[in-house]
């Protein structure tokens, strides 16, 4: 196994000489830690001409760390931005400019002539004042925290190039929460987490170098996050030791400077678990004492602690109903104990029976949070909050909006989103998610027949709730650039712009972060922006449309194609395919009533097949695969159309990330590559896998004859093989015929095999793609050889989430320009490595348009 991320690929032909490549050398590299903080000179137009009388001289009239870090911060930024160094002032100088930085109250007593304007908790203005003859670019808040958005407001607004007086105005944040939610195990893993591991914690202790988790705190202020819970949901009982309590402290110590609030999610049972109590039953008064030492004993030792996160009663984890008590019981008695000290209960309503029972037509895991929590309205403490997840599911393609939000008017609400692409292509796709997250966001649930959107619901407005706000699941690692891929820090920063405000355009966020990510070259901006904004549309037609939900492998690793896996267990995301149709029946009339759930005016959407929107429609109904979508086109035809439609537009984005190639630094510009080359592969694994899998349980052929007839695809079973063997593969429609063809060495006592394939091309230039399978472990290694001739080599050295050839590990490597002749062999060559049997599925060989201009081949 190798730590390797990509293959290591070495292009043995002339084809392209490394010449060429210098050539297109650009810019200085970066490695991404930086993020959206890079704090590049703004070069678009130059300098802005307002920041030449910029003042020379800065003043912080507020004496908190928090305060501090602002000021920090700006000379940082200044000084890497516009190459000026601010001279600190003490006081305000009465023959100078200045910057001046301070709480509205602090900026009144120093100007009375101020007239400070009402601003909500943690909200700033930015205005500039005369007074003495002297000009002042004053950075206010409504408090330390505003101070320090404030800054990092106008900083962010000098990286784009936009003058002072372009960033003056009053921003306050929509909701009080906004909190990042690490899922972060003491052993130093992450569940779902694609970026390393933890920056908290390693073998079972806090790390002792905590530099990252203060460069985490600095980039989750800058974008206005206030609270981070540091832990998995599914919590370790040992984090409420009290030696690790004292650990946990250095945590807080570090987020403090940034206005980041530590919080833990706790297990449920931690009182028998660590507390040698007999019991954890949240009715009896030696739990809650116990609870309540305990959170002494936290706020002793971080006084600014925020509070709980609670999983129970879910996916296996210990929760109130074991002694026949409800979230009720549990949140308040956890709620007591926090609240002296003005702490609060984040209690989750992702709370569903996993062992449902699929032989039930009335079975609905989508009615779980509703059924258990909508009784208990009107019933929680005012310092508990319900989060909620977006859809009421988990985190799919697409969902609908969860109706709890609708159904709790006298409780406090969150909504979590999910940053981390665990159903989303793992941080190897390209899923921009604020575009989702503003389909969900500006929902319009139709509480009590009135405009409720849910973003008017989750910041307290529609049900006057006094606390409220976003999580989101960010699972950021140790990996220089957090997440793994570039782009995927998109998704962190659009988190937080929309926590913040969520009325900004899913446009706005992506052209503010790739200004402030890569570049503001107009061509930069515009290119990525249009790439990210069609993202999850792609992603959504490769993996599971019109509702389906992603159809990824539900019961291994969530990340490539397994639709059978939904099926036939009790974990719920069924979509109940059979010969003759497809879809979840969830009216009222004749299905699980999930429907039911929501208000009248959108019950009364969605049961209607004629209101119900195609993109939700086998979310919310059962039709025959011949049914015809509002398009006038049918559903089986529809899945078939979106699938290729889907897998073209993933391989246009290589194409437009290409177009940037001497825009983008060269670290960034590669890494990006690599991972939308490899995505656009693995959306024709997705693509073929699912079409199949609809075609042989429909029956139904495809309008235009695609499935399985690609004329420029030669299976292996279709070439001369020597030594690689047929093995089944799992799911069957994973690969070309249900099988692989695997290299057993150790059987035949050989050192590689080999599939060859007699060509009959006119001649020309091709591209030739190898479909081969790259399991977690193991560095098998490949050859390809035209006429016996080696023209390229690579390693299967990527860390794909699988140990078997199955659409986990399908992958593929292509070769660009490769001049063949009719009668040319060409041959792959597989060399096995540590168990990994260098398995392969097909060759693909397309010819390339006349005088087109080759793409690099891999580097
Ligand atoms: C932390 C899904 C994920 C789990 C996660 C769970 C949750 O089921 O696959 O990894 O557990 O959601 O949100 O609690």
């Known amino acids: ?228 819970t540091i832990n998995n949901v599914n919590a370790d009982p040992r984090l409420l030791e009290p030696a690790m309590i004292r650990e946990v402290a250095r945590i807080a110590d570090v987020f403090r400077p940034w206005g980041v609030r530590l919080s833990m999610a706790v297990a449920i049972n931690s009182p028998q678990v660590i507390g040698g109590l007999d019991t954890y039953d949240p009715g009896d008064p030696k739990v809650a004492a116990w609870w309540r030492a305990r959170v002494d004993d936290i706020y002793a030792a971080i006084p600014d602690f925020a509070g709980f996160v609670v ?114 292509g793992q941080a190897r796709h390209l899923v921009f998610l604020p575009t989702q997250w503003k389909t969900y966001l500006d929902f319009d649930l139709r509480a009590g027949n009135r405009s409720t959107p849910l973003k008017d619901i989750v910041d307290g407005t529609s049900f006057h709730r006094p606390l409220g706000g976003y999580i989101g699941v960010a699972n950021v690692g140790l990996d220089t650039n957090w997440m793994f891929n570039p782009l995927s820090m998109a998704n962190l920063y659009g988190f937080a712009r929309l926590a913040w405000n969520p009325n900004t355009t899913p446009d706005t966020i992506a052209a503010d972060w790739t200004r402030l990510t890569f570049s503001n070259d107009p061509k930069v901006v515009t290119t990525l922006s249009r790439m990210l904004l069609a993202s999850w549309h792609i992603y959504e037609d490769y993996t599971g449309p019109l509702g389906l939900q992603t159809l990824t492998n539900i019961t291994g690793p969530h990340y490539g194609p397994a639709p059978q896996s939904q099926e036939n267990n009790g974990w719920g995301q069924w979509i109940r395919a059979d010969h003759d149709g497809v879809g979840m029946d969830r009216t009222v009339a004749t299905g699980t009533g999930f429907i039911g759930q929501y208000p009248p005016e959108v019950a009364a959407m969605y049961a209607s097949l004629k209101t119900c929107p195609d993109n939700l429609l086998l979310f919310m109904h059962h039709v025959p695969y011949t049914y015809k979508l509002h398009t006038g086109k049918t559903v089986i035809q529809t899945i078939y159309d979106d699938h290729y439609l889907g897998a073209n537009e993933a391989a246009g984005q290589v194409k437009q990330w290409q177009s940037l190639d001497g825009l983008i630094d060269e670290q960034r510009y590669e890494e990006t590559l690599g991972l939308l080359e490899y995505g656009a592969g693995h959306a024709i694994v997705w693509r073929d896998a699912i079409d199949r899998w609809f075609k042989q349980i429909s029956g139904i052929p495809d309008d235009h004859h695609r499935i399985d007839h690609d004329p420029n695809r030669i299976t292996a079973l279709q070439m001369q093989l020597d030594g690689y063997t047929p093995v089944d593969v799992t799911p069957w429609e994973t690969a070309s015929g249900g099988k692989a063809y695997v290299c057993q060495v150790a059987q035949s006592a050989r050192a590689e095999c080999t599939a060859s394939a007699h060509l009959n091309r006119p001649a020309g230039w091709y591209s030739v793609a190898v479909q081969y399978f790259d399991y977690r472990r193991g560095d098998s290694t490949f050859r390809l050889l035209l006429n016996g001739q080696p023209i390229a080599a690579w390693t299967a050295d990527n860390t794909l989430p699988g140990e078997a050839p199955n659409g986990d590990t399908s992958t593929r490597y292509t070769l660009r320009g490769v001049p063949l002749r009719p009668g040319d062999t060409i041959t792959v060559e597989g060399h096995p490595d540590d168990g990994e049997p260098a398995p392969i599925d097909y060759i693909e060989i397309v010819p390339e348009p006349a005088g087109a201009a080759h793409a690099p081949n891999p580097r």
Request: with cysteine.
């Open 311 to 424: 999983k129970a009663d879910s996916e296996g984890q210990p929760g109130p109903s074991q002694y026949g008590r409800t979230p009720v019981d549990a949140a308040n008695m956890l709620a007591a104990a926090l609240k002296p000290h003005g702490g609060i209960v984040l209690y989750r309503a992702f709370v569903y029976n996993h062992h449902l029972d699929w032989n039930d037509p009335r079975a609905d895991r989508a009615r779980a949070a509703y059924d258990i929590f909508h009784p208990l309205d009107g019933q929680f403490a005012s310092s508990v909050i319900i989060q909620i997840k977006n859809g009421p599911i988990d985190f799919q393609v697409r969902e609908p909006v969860s109706p709890l939000f609708a159904g709790l008017k006298k409780t406090n609400t969150a909504v979590e989103l999910e940053i981390t692409q665990e159903y989303m």
């Open 1 to 228: 196994m190798s730590d390797r991320r990509f293959p290591r690929r070495l292009v043995l032909s002339v084809l392209l000489s490394t010449a060429l490549f210098c050539a297109l050398a650009p810019l200085h590299a970066e490695d991404g830690s930086q993020a959206w903080l890079r704090y590049a000179p703004p070069v678009l137009n130059g300098i802005p001409a307002s920041y030449e009388p910029m003042p020379a001289a800065l003043v912080n009239l507020d004496s908190s760390v928090i305060a501090a870090s602002a000021q920090n911060e700006m000379l940082r930024g200044i000084r890497s931005m516009l190459s000026r160094t601010l001279r600190l002032e003490a006081k305000i100088p009465d023959n100078d400019d200045a910057w001046v930085l301070g709480t509205s109250a602090e900026l009144h007593a120093a100007f009375p002539e101020y007239r400070a304007p009402s601003l909500a908790a943690e909200g700033f203005s930015i205005s500039t004042l005369a007074a003495h003859g002297h000009q002042y670019w004053l950075i206010a808040g409504a408090d330390p925290r505003g101070i320090l958005y404030g800054t990092f407001h106008v900083l962010a607004g000098i990286a784009q190039g936009q003058a002072f007086a372009q960033l003056a105005g009053i921003e306050s944040p929509a909701a009080p929460i906004r909190w990042v939610n690490q899922w972060d195990n003491l052993n130093g893993t992450i569940e779902r987490g694609y970026g390393g591991r933890s920056i908290f914690f390693d073998n079972g202790q806090v790390r002792s170098d905590l530099s990252r988790a203060a460069d985490y705190a600095r980039l989750l202020a800058s974008v206005g996050i206030n609270g981070c």
